[in-house]
């Protein structure tokens, strides 16, 4: 058995995980992230002894645990070297877990951990060159090359979301203007709507679904308002769908994956519109000759995170490349 | 012995390699492009005979030919897709070579050959992960991972010239608006300076250098003009850095390599502002806490393409990763 661990910034769920990438069992709990980081941890090591004993099993029949993060870490020593949702910098939180459990700890990015996941039980499955990307609060990348998990040398890289694609209205959190995250994330459609109905006055269905009010502007009312024909909703959407497009397009240019799969809150509403995003890159493509990567929407949605997660430690003992290990099993 | 072919849209450069990585000898001839490509091929096809019979070798002493081209190209059947210097598309480059002179050839994309001369002999050697940016009248760019070419999926990748960064006064040649290419390349600068001289009629000293006639400036003269503190020739240098920085960013945020090295004609500029670059680069990354790639100046210089070449078929007979092959045999 595998335990899999999803620490957001609302909650933690960890999932009881079986060796097909099966999740058994799974529990949330709120995080409260005021707290600080040892109560959190407490409360992990809780649920995952909660989950063991619903299955009847125990702590030596798991044989590892892995924790997706929605920030930087340092893999090699399971430190979360930041992370804004919960306050965190510098948090050793494999070795504090592993003090409570006496279990081997594995920590990685969320985005990454569900782009492992992906690729081994879900949208990605089989190809060799993938990428993830979550489009939710921020945009987040899972890279796959070569069938693993790729970090880069410092395990800085795939922090796709980070990269520069245009100039801006407003400043990205990490300081820098153009951000790919402030063109196409929810919490970017929602600026831009908010911005045009404040700046601009522009009459909109988007307010009014919103009760009037633009802070409770959603990507749904968005979306939703846009499949009505409300001028600013589609100008929104089809501004999302530009700079989706170059994101993947500079994907393409770069990396040249098998495959990119689309996941996270946004792109998992039905009314997402993949279809002007693939239109959108197929006109933009630097040749027409070469068929690049499928794009195509994530499958497993929030329990990527969880099952990618649980998978990072799998045959990471022995020294080996554990994914591509993994992968041989899994064949 | 090796072979190793430059070809460029003016001129056909092909070098007599040996083993480790030493021109021995070298030929150069024009291209003249507009002959269309069977004459090109017999041209290039000559000065490996004669390099041959200078050196006092025969056919039968060369172990492989490799070439570098200014566009994609298939590597695994050695056409060349496209090449707009050339005004090729399709050409079957490595039957028609092999053709002539009965000897394995191989044919690259030139930045990606030059990546690969850089990585085993010059800048980038030693590191697993890294990027060779040739700055000239576009942006190429070679991708080294895990010590081998990385060309993507569908050898579409690599094109970091393509990727979009920005917008633009102008569209590149591709279609699209906001390559890196139309902000940091030497054709880049050029262009801007002439625009803000016809446009905006701004006085600068970079017109006077080139005999007022704005179709004479290069690179050169603006770097010599911001050097004498020239307002117009110092902005049109801070846009390119800023530029430069942001390609350099994105580079980071996707694949985080050991090393980036810069090459092509605009790097290898004594007043090339290479500090100034590295200044911004740090201003922007995503994390302080991070080390990311050394920024280096490339050091084969116009040799790399010729010499990364060369190794091209090395150790691809008998169907292994012939780059780590050829590393292990030089470590």
Redesign the interface.
Same mark, same amino acid.
């Given at each position: 058995m595998l335990i899999g661990v999803d620490l957001g910034g609302t909650f933690i769920k960890v999932g009881l995980v079986d060796f097909e990438g099966n999740i058994l069992r799974m529990n949330s709990r709120p995080t409260y992230a005021q707290r600080g980081y040892t109560p959190i941890i407490r409360t992990m090591a809780e649920q995952i002894r909660e989950l063991a004993e619903a299955q009847g099993i125990g702590m030596e029949d798991i044989h590892s645990i892995g924790i997706g993060v929605p920030g930087?870490v340092e893999y090699t020593t399971g430190r979360v070297?930041?992370c804004s949702n919960l306050s965190w910098r510098n948090v050793e939180l494999g070795t504090e877990l592993n003090s409570m459990l006496g279990k081997s700890v594995y920590v990685e990015n969320d985005a990454t951990a569900a782009g492992l996941g992906e690729s081994l039980f879900g949208s990605t499955r089989g190809?060799? /060159?993938s990428v993830l990307l979550t489009l939710g609060t921020g945009i987040g990348s899972g +890279?796959i090359? /070569?069938g693993s998990i790729?970090?880069?040398?410092?395990?800085?890289?795939?922090? +796709?979301g980070?990269?520069?694609?245009?100039?801006n209205f407003y400043d990205c959190n990490?300081?820098?203007n153009?951000c790919f995250e402030t063109f196409a994330s929810a919490s970017a459609i929602i600026k831009y709507a908010q911005h045009r109905i404040s700046n601009d006055r522009v009459k909109t269905l988007i307010l009014e679904s919103a009760f009037n009010k633009a802070e409770n502007i959603t990507a749904e009312i968005i979306f939703e308002a846009a499949k009505k024909g409300d001028a600013l909703a589609l100008e929104t959407v089809d501004r999302m769908c530009k700079y989706l497009a170059?994101g993947i397009?500079?994907?393409?240019?770069?990396?040249?994956?098998?495959i990119i799969a689309l996941g996270g809150g946004v792109s998992e509403s039905e009314n997402f519109p993949i279809e002007q995003v693939k239109k959108k890159v197929n006109e933009?493509v630097?040749?027409k000759?070469?068929?690049?990567?499928e794009i195509v929407p994530a499958s497993l949605g929030n329990s990527a995170g969880i099952i990618g997660s649980a998978f990072l430690g799998y045959y990471n003992n022995d020294g080996k490349s554990f994914e591509s290990e993994c992968r041989r099993e899994l064949r």
């Open positions: 930087p070297l930041y190809a060799e /060159n +890279i090359i /070569n790729y970090r880069g040398s410092h395990a800085a890289g795939s922090e +796709i980070h990269t520069i694609i245009g100039e990490c300081g820098n153009g170059i397009l500079n994907i393409y240019n770069m990396l040249d994956p098998d933009m630097f040749s000759d070469v068929r690049y990567g």
